[in-house]
């Protein structure tokens, strides 16, 4: 089974909207981590927020955690159109191993 | 810049090849891992190593092999391929502290078995 499961699978906005994707995770973790992948390419690590954190920022990202829910958000703000991509949370599933969901697609149209 | 290539972005090999994927990290990360990703099941863990001549099975090993004899390589073995090994391979490497910095994936290999 996925440990990160994101939500919704599929996202398509204008640019200049905000993109908001969500992932619930099973286990408890120490951190839970945000990829993006362009397409047919590798995975690119975006942001890592601890689980003694609520909230993080890194540019136009925005990442909350709320660990009584096992759950995290990816916020996009003012998004363009090279942000299409999907995107993917993962945690730490057992020492040195990561779990990754099955990603956003996220399309941003000019 | 830091970086993981593989050798290859396409390819396409006959059912019943062996097939060599081979992977180079250049980040003296110890751990190296190879996942396979399809559309609609994310990235699956296939093996991964966290030493020279170490490794340990994903979550779906069947099929594949491993071997890591120089710690900045990791070469994923199809012993016989077949049609349903037709996926994206990605490789990723990470330093000890996976849980402060993550993985550096290298940009795929897309293999298609005719």
């Known amino acids: 089974s996925q440990q990160g499961e994101e939500d919704p699978q599929a996202l398509s906005i204008q640019e200049g909207e905000n993109a908001t994707m969500n992932c619930s995770y099973k286990t408890s973790i120490n951190n839970l981590q945000w990829y993006r992948q362009n397409s047919g390419r590798g995975l690119v690590h975006l942001i890592l927020i601890r689980s003694n954190e609520r909230e993080k920022h890194s540019g136009r990202l925005r990442v909350t955690l709320d660990t009584s829910k096992k759950s995290s958000s990816l916020l996009i703000t003012a998004s363009r159109a090279a942000d299409t991509a999907s995107y993917f949370c993962?945690?730490?599933?057992?020492?040195?191993?990561?779990?990754f969901g099955a990603g956003t697609r996220l399309t941003v149209k000019p | 810049d830091v970086k993981v290539t593989q050798s290859s972005r396409y390819l396409v090999k006959r059912t019943g090849e062996k097939v060599f994927l081979e992977c180079v990290q250049d980040m003296d990360h110890e751990n190296m891992f190879w996942y396979r990703q399809d559309p609609g099941l994310g990235l699956r863990l296939i093996y991964f190593?966290?030493?020279?001549?170490?490794?340990e099975k994903g979550d779906i090993p069947e099929g594949y092999s491993v071997s890591r004899e120089k710690k900045e390589r990791f070469s994923l073995i199809l012993e016989s391929a077949s049609t349903n090994q037709t996926s994206m391979y990605l490789c990723a490497s990470s330093g000890r502290t996976v849980q402060n910095y993550g993985y550096t994936f290298g940009s795929g290999t897309r293999l298609t078995v005719v």
């Open positions: 993962a945690t730490v599933v057992r020492i040195f191993v990561m779990r």
């Open positions: 190593s966290y030493d020279v001549k170490m490794k």
